[in-house]
């Protein structure tokens, strides 16, 4: 798997979470437990991750909705 996106925005990674979604595209949030653990500190990002076959265009979908690295 390949991450594509991280962030400490909840919001945002859900939202980009939602977009692969909706295009079929399998995906994993990593470190959100963790990110819970620590608290609002934003030391643990969360990381949204995609097969490496379906990396090119989960990050071009997320370029086209203005997420990006």
């Not at 030391?43 to 995609?50: F, H, K, Q, Y």
């Amino acid at each position: 798997m390949r991450e594509i996106l991280r962030t400490n925005d909840a919001v945002l990674i859900s939202y980009a979470a939602s977009l692969l979604e909706d295009a079929g595209i399998h995906h994993a949030v990593f470190d959100a437990n963790m990110s819970v653990v620590e608290g609002s500190l934003g030391i643990l990002p969360r990381r949204l991750m995609v097969e490496d076959e379906k990396a090119t265009r989960a990050e071009r979908l997320l370029a086209e909705a203005g997420i990006g690295q």
